[in-house]
């Protein structure tokens, strides 16, 4: 390549200073091909010169770079921009140059582009420092907005602290290594009495003279070596109350202490509450102990007494020590048996009582040494979860043995009373009914004595005849009496045979038939049964249950008697269309000596018959029932077992 000089000399001089010069020099084309590239290329991009001319100048600078550096070369040759332009030169052994380049354009005579003339400088030792140094920038305000930071979270620590030490109820000091006061908080002032001013920059010793020697003094001089100590109650020199105290040392980074700080809890409230608990409690103990009845909480959820007063152990001898962890589980072993269902029943209503509501029980319990008590058991709810449900009932449990003793022989006077009554009653009616046929046998006697000469055979025979059935109905009496007397003393005599039941029935019927002048007796069914049982005592039974039916039904002209076998058993009923038995009278028609008032008084009796009737059956291992209503009639039915084998033809 040639570049253009006036003259030979001048062209030398002027490659000289190009070869010399650091800067790299270019000559382009109007394409932008190297025509000329100074000798520094080498040093700067590593190319020897002929290695970049005839190449276009693009091929050796950075893609990116390329579209801004024919921006500006553009601009150059439009004459718009004649600065500079930055950008990287590509190096022949790989990586990029910072380049800053200058340049201007040559034209010809006519104003056509003839060349582009370049010179570029190796700026990469700026660049890099201008970035190191934008990068220290950066890191410098990154410190800075850090640093701001920090110190708005110190300030924003320390106003807390500070607001802490002001506003908490806590009494704060802080002393030094001498016991000098650093700090004394608003809530100290109010627990000791003495101003910030007055002790910030004092000796604790000076402000409490007594304190030397004091176990607070050793105290401190124990946490200034290092201790912490919590005084869970202490006295303060200057103020009457209660404070709990926390001390403990303090240290700085490297552990060394160098003061001490004191929180201070006044307690006076809490502690006083405490005492005033406690007397109350005494005071209630006092009176619950002392009251004649058990009283006790009992906590229904958790299954466990809370309170039993002193009565416990003077009533029944037990300690609560005794009832144990499984409370309703002793309470079953010291409760009367029969009495159970009554315990489980209010265990129940504790859980669906009202607030007023008493559970009130009579119940037996055994004492500790095996006696017997009747107690009264009073309950209410005491407490209810916040749920409403119920929590801890409060108890009261009396012992009312003897009330209930004075009320069993209370009881006991007046069924003996009643008997009394009855036996007199029944001395009454008795005497009327032994005089009423001893009458007629007297008269009879009598008569026939008197005029025994004078009465024909006839009427002698009829006398006689008369007589004999009242001695009959008189006989009958005395029997009953005695029965009664022979069932008192357990001393009934049966005589147990196999007899065929059927024929029983029907011949009793027939032989009472023949003695009852109005009362036609039916009788219907059979029962082809043999039964085991004192024939005669069996009779007599059917015998009472016709003479009762024939009795009270004077209206009425007959009597029904059925016979059925019913399973394994007998069922003999009698029938009667007479007065009735009120259904409240029926329940003791079978007790000995009962009548039912109200019936006809003309009617005699003893109220002994069902009595004697019943026991024979129930001996027998039978049932008696009676199915009436009033002024409709009576049926009576007795059952007897039978014998396995039917009756033999
Ligand atoms: P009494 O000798 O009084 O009849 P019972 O023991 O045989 O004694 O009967 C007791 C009571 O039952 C009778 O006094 C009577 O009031 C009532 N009674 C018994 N049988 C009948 C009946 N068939 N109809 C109505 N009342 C009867």
Redesign the pocket.
């Known amino acids: 390549m040639s570049l253009r000089f006036p003259d030979i000399e001048t062209e030398k001089r002027f490659r000289d200073l190009l070869n010399n010069i650091n800067d790299l020099v270019t000559v382009a084309s109007p394409e932008g091909v190297f025509l000329y590239v100074s000798p520094s290329c080498k040093r700067i991009q590593g190319y020897e010169p002929h290695e970049m001319e005839g190449q276009s100048a693009f091929d050796f600078i950075h893609p990116e770079d390329i579209s801004h550096v024919a921006k500006t070369t553009n601009s150059l040759v439009s004459g718009e921009y004649s600065g500079s332009v930055v950008f990287r030169g590509k190096k022949k052994q790989g990586g990029y140059v910072w380049l800053e380049a200058t340049g201007n354009v040559v034209f010809d005579k006519d104003g056509n582009l003839l060349e582009i003339h370049g010179c570029a400088r190796d700026i990469t030792d700026r660049i890099l420092y201008e970035r190191e140094l934008e990068r220290k920038n950066e890191l410098m305000r990154e410190q800075g907005r850090m640093n701001e930071k920090i110190t708005q979270e110190l300030l924003r620590e320390k106003l807390f602290k500070e607001s802490i030490i002001e506003y908490t109820p806590t009494g704060i000091a802080a002393l030094d290594l001498d016991l000098n006061i650093t700090e004394w908080n608003p809530a100290l002032e109010k627990i000791t009495g003495i101003k910030k001013e007055g002790a910030i920059g004092r000796n604790w010793l000076n402000i409490y003279e007594g304190a030397r020697g004091t176990e607070a003094h050793n105290n401190f001089l124990r946490v200034l070596k290092g201790e912490t100590i919590y005084m869970p109650e202490r006295e303060f020199f200057t103020r009457h109350g209660y404070y709990s105290t926390y001390l403990t040392p303090l240290k700085d980074d490297s552990g060394k202490i160098f003061g001490m700080v004191s929180l201070v809890t006044d307690i006076t409230e809490h502690k006083t509450n405490q005492l005033m608990l406690a007397e109350q409690k005494a005071f209630l103990r006092q009176i619950t102990d002392h009251h004649p009845s058990i009283l006790y909480v009992y906590d229904v959820i958790a299954k466990k007494t809370l309170f039993v007063n002193r009565e416990l152990t003077e009533t029944l001898g037990y300690t609560i020590e005794d009832f144990g962890d499984d409370l309703e589980g002793f309470t079953f072993t010291i409760v009367h048996e029969e009495d159970h269902p009554i315990i489980k029943a209010r265990l129940k209503k504790f859980h669906t009582a009202g607030d007023d509501d008493l559970i009130d029980d009579e119940i037996r319990m055994r004492t500790s040494d095996g006696r017997w008590l009747w107690l009264n058991t009073r309950t209410i709810i005491f407490k209810r979860t916040p749920e409403g449900k119920v929590w801890q009932v409060l108890g009261n449990i009396s012992d009312i043995t003897a009330k209930k003793e004075a009320e069993s022989a209370k009881l006991h006077l007046r069924n003996t009373e009643d008997l009394l009554r009855k036996k007199e009653e029944f001395i009454g009616i008795a005497s009327h009914e032994l005089k009423t046929p001893l009458t007629s046998i007297k008269a009879y006697t009598q008569l026939l004595q008197h005029s025994f000469d004078t009465l024909g055979d006839d009427s002698k025979k009829q006398f006689i005849e008369r007589a004999a059935t009242y001695v009959e109905k008189l006989n009958k009496l005395v029997e009953d009496l005695l029965d009664i007397s022979k069932i008192q003393a357990g001393r009934m005599i049966y005589n147990m045979n196999e007899f065929s039941i059927d024929s029983m029935v029907h011949e009793c019927v027939e032989n009472y038939q023949r003695i009852s002048a109005k009362h036609i007796i039916t009788y219907s069914g059979e029962s082809k049964l043999m039964v085991k049982g004192d024939r005669q005592r069996l009779e007599q039974v059917l015998t009472?249950?016709l003479?009762?039916?024939v009795?009270?039904?004077p209206a009425a002209d007959r009597v029904l008697v059925h016979i059925a076998a019913e399973q394994n058993q007998v069922r003999i009923s009698?029938t009667?269309f007479?007065?009735?038995?009120p259904a409240d009278?029926q329940p003791h028609?079978?007790d000995r000596f009962?009548?039912?008032e109200g019936?006809p008084s003309y009617?005699?009796?003893?109220?002994?018959?069902?009595?004697?009737?019943k026991e024979i059956v129930t001996r027998h291992k039978g049932g008696i029932t009676?199915n009436?209503s009033k002024d409709q009639?009576?049926t009576?039915s007795f059952t007897i077992p039978a014998v396995s084998h039917t009756v033999k033809k």
Not at 578 to 581: D, E, R, S, V, Y
Not at 604 to 611: A, E, M, R, S, V
Request: hydrophobic residues 45%; without cysteine.
């Open positions: 009472n249950l003479s009762n039916a009795k009270y039904s009698v009667d007479g007065i009735g038995i009278k028609i079978f009962y009548r039912v019936a009617i005699p009796g003893l109220g002994i018959g069902l009595y004697i009737s009676v009436s009639g009576t009576f």
